[in-house]
């Protein structure tokens, strides 16, 4: 842990009494390797060691008895502090339906999230819709309609030839039709440099009133999860993120670097597969899952 | 990107700021990069053309001592697809059953997802796509079970192939890795031999996480190969150093995209030609 390898780097310098600002660079230096370890971004973890340099240099750190530890205090109030900042949960239109637009990279966990999502607005007191606007990916459709059967769940499937913008257009009238003030736009995986599927999702948008842009995300993603970021915000303004797959073990940097890259809130993190697996976005476990 | 410039201490930043880019892990990038120093010093290299060309040889010297190939000389030869939820596994499997039609071979697949919402329906699709029969349980159905009817279903009309999709798994739950060794028994006890090719896929975009899945599901399940999906994306899979030198399993193929014919075999140069572009 980022903890031990600073006890084990100042205990070599212990010898000599106080703490130079050399040593902090040596302690600072494992801070940089502990965040590139968890899969922060190169230039977000530069800018963070950057960021807390001037008080690991202060004397709360070099006259401390322990002063590996005061650093790891340091990166730890950041880090929630960096992560945490704007905290909240979906936000409702004030004209009903609300409606969710959910994106992301392939496999990331869209078509589960929407199911997830729609159980939440419903404990919430809301009545929600599902739009199985994912009309590539062999059998997506089936996956969302089982979804919404196993779970009582509404879902408005593709009818004839339609294309998703039209489909997400047919889903929010539907859900008016039906009294559902919530619905949950699931679309198919696509790349961030993919330009004709980024032009859907600006299509879709102008069928629709979008209340809440949010990107699902892998906690698993590695380096590139600031260029996807900043690729899709580019594309259709992010509000926010949902990071899945939080029951492994990825220390999740990518949640960081994402937060740096878009200003944007993490709202929800997904924790199983199953409907019922999705949690409130909490910065302090999230930082200490970074930490290590 | 690397190019037209002075071999100072600038330049080896920039070239472990590309490898880390690439998800290499900075342990990695740092042997390639102090090596790379040495190697300017003792060889006299003036340029930075002349230090990333040989570079590039060196590591092009390392991915092409490892033999790559597939090995599918049973009968039949089974191949199980393992790997983390949304990896691409099922989509690989079609391709491969598509790839293998096209080399003359003749394949069965086994619907061994039996448990994720429409996995079976996905598979079904694929089977279809690539014109392979596909042997299919109900959702809730014994894995182990689709395996079974699968291999029989094959030896019955002499196939060659037996293609194994598996459910997602993230290899921190030991209850769903332990049933991997299950399905390796299956196979054991069907043909007299495990499965001649046990395929990790594993996603482009995933970081550090990838070296402990592979490290996790090689112990559940002795991996014959790597399938690196996803590499028509931005991220570049740099965790394939660290996962082929701590396991000794090689990439085997890679996935190019989401249409039938976008798998590859790994292709070291060009592997190489992406992630200095
Ligand atoms: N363990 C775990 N698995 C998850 C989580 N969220 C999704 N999954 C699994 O991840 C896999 C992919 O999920 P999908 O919902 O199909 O992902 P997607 O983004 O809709 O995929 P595409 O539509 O192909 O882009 C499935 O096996 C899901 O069960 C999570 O929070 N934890
Ligand atoms: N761009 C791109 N997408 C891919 C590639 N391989 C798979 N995909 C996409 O990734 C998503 C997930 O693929 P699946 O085959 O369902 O993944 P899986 O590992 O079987 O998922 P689970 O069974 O849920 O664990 C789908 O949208 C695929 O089309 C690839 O090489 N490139
Ligand atoms: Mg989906
Ligand atoms: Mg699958």
């Known amino acids: 842990s980022l903890s031990e390898r600073l006890t084990n780097i100042f205990?070599?310098?212990?010898?000599?009494?106080?703490?130079?600002?050399?040593?902090?660079?040596?302690?600072?230096?494992?801070?940089?390797?502990?965040?590139?370890?968890?899969?922060?971004?190169?230039?977000?973890?530069?800018?963070?060691?950057?960021?807390?340099?001037?008080?690991?240099?202060?004397?709360?750190?070099?006259?401390?008895?322990?002063?590996?530890?005061?650093?790891?205090?340091?990166?730890?109030?950041?880090?929630?502090?960096?992560?945490?900042?704007?905290?909240?949960?979906?936000?409702?239109?004030?004209?009903?339906?609300?409606?969710?637009?959910?994106?992301?990279?392939?496999?990331?966990?869209k078509t589960t999230t929407a199911a997830k999502l729609a159980l939440a607005v419903r404990r919430d007191g809301h009545r929600p819709m599902l739009v199985a606007a994912d009309t590539y990916r062999p059998a997506a459709v089936q996956q969302l309609a089982k979804l919404g059967k196993d779970n009582q769940l509404p879902v408005t499937l593709p009818q004839g030839g339609m294309l998703p913008p039209e489909l997400c257009a047919v889903g929010v009238a539907e859900a008016k039709r039906l009294n559902c003030d919530v619905v949950i736009l699931d679309t198919a995986g696509r790349l961030q440099i993919d330009e004709?599927?980024?032009?859907?999702?600006?299509?879709?948008?102008?069928?629709?009133?979008?209340?809440?842009?949010?990107?699902?995300?892998?906690?698993?993603?590695g380096q590139e999860a600031v260029n996807v970021a900043t690729a899709f915000d580019a594309a259709v303004s992010i509000d926010g993120v949902i990071l899945t797959k939080l029951d492994g073990d990825a220390r999740g940097g990518a949640a960081l670097s994402m937060r740096q890259a878009l200003g944007k809130p993490i709202i929800y993190c997904g924790v199983g597969e199953k409907p019922a697996d999705l949690e409130p976005f909490a910065p302090d476990r999230m930082a200490s899952r970074i930490l290590g | 990107v690397m190019l037209r410039r002075d071999l100072d201490d600038e330049f080896y930043d920039d070239l472990l700021e590309v490898l880390v880019g690439a998800d290499t892990g900075m342990g990695v990038a740092e042997t390639f990069v102090s090596a790379l120093r040495l190697r300017v010093k003792?060889?006299?290299?003036?340029?930075?053309?002349?230090?990333?060309?040989?570079?590039?040889?060196?590591?092009?010297?390392?991915?092409?001592?490892?033999?790559?190939?597939?090995?599918?000389?049973?009968?039949?030869?089974?191949?199980?697809?393992?790997?983390?939820?949304?990896?691409?596994?099922?989509?690989?499997?079609?391709?491969?059953?598509?790839?293998?039609?096209?080399?003359?071979?003749?394949?069965?697949?086994?619907?061994?997802?039996?448990?994720?919402?429409?996995?079976?329906?996905?598979?079904?699709?694929?089977?279809?796509?690539?014109?392979?029969?596909?042997?299919?349980?109900?959702?809730?159905?014994?894995?182990?079970?689709v395996v079974f009817d699968a291999i029989a279903s094959a030896q019955a009309r002499g196939a060659e192939?037996?293609?194994?999709?598996?459910?997602?798994?993230?290899?921190?739950k030991s209850n769903l890795m332990v049933e991997l060794a299950k399905v390796r028994r299956v196979v054991e006890r069907a043909t007299g031999a495990p499965p001649q090719e046990t395929l990790l896929v594993i996603e482009a975009p995933t970081g550090m996480n990838a070296i402990a899945q592979a490290h996790a599901f090689h112990e559940a399940m002795p991996l014959t190969g790597i399938v690196l999906t996803k590499l028509d994306g931005t991220s570049r899979g740099g965790t394939i150093w660290a996962i082929e030198s701590e396991l000794n399993v090689p990439v085997k193929l890679v996935g190019l995209g989401e249409g039938i014919d976008d798998l590859n075999v790994f292709d070291p140069a060009a592997y190489l030609d992406a992630l200095f572009a």
């Not at chain 1, 992560?83 to 004030?94: A, F, K, V």
């Not at chain 1, 859907?200 to 102008?206: A, F």
């Not at chain 2, 059953?97 to 061994?112: D, Q």
Request: proline share 2%.
């Open chain 2, 161 to 172: 192939v037996v293609l194994v999709d598996t459910a997602g798994r993230l290899h921190t």
């Open chain 1, 11 to 109: 205990d070599r310098f212990s010898g000599r009494g106080k703490l130079s600002r050399e040593d902090v660079e040596a302690g600072l230096r494992e801070v940089r390797m502990a965040l590139l370890e968890a899969d922060v971004n190169f230039k977000v973890a530069k800018a963070f060691v950057e960021s807390i340099r001037e008080r690991a240099v202060g004397s709360e750190v070099l006259e401390s008895l322990s002063p590996g530890q005061q650093i790891v205090k340091i990166v730890n109030e950041e880090l929630v502090r960096l992560l945490g900042g704007e905290q909240r949960r979906l936000r409702y239109s004030p004209q009903p339906p609300t409606v969710v637009l959910l994106l992301g990279l392939q496999g990331c966990g």
């Open chain 2, 42 to 145: 003792t060889e006299r290299i003036s340029t930075a053309e002349q230090a990333l060309a040989g570079l590039k040889a060196e590591m092009l010297e390392a991915l092409n001592s490892r033999d790559r190939r597939l090995s599918l000389d049973q009968s039949p030869s089974v191949v199980v697809v393992v790997g983390v939820n949304g990896s691409g596994k099922t989509t690989t499997l079609g391709k491969l059953a598509h790839r293998l039609k096209e080399e003359g071979r003749s394949v069965v697949i086994a619907a061994a997802d039996t448990f994720r919402a429409a996995a079976i329906d996905q598979m079904k699709v694929w089977a279809e796509r690539s014109g392979t029969l596909v042997v299919t349980h109900q959702l809730g159905a014994d894995a182990g079970a």
């Open chain 1, 196 to 221: 004709k599927m980024l032009d859907e999702l600006k299509e879709i948008r102008k069928r629709v009133d979008v209340g809440e842009t949010l990107m699902v995300v892998d906690a698993m993603t």
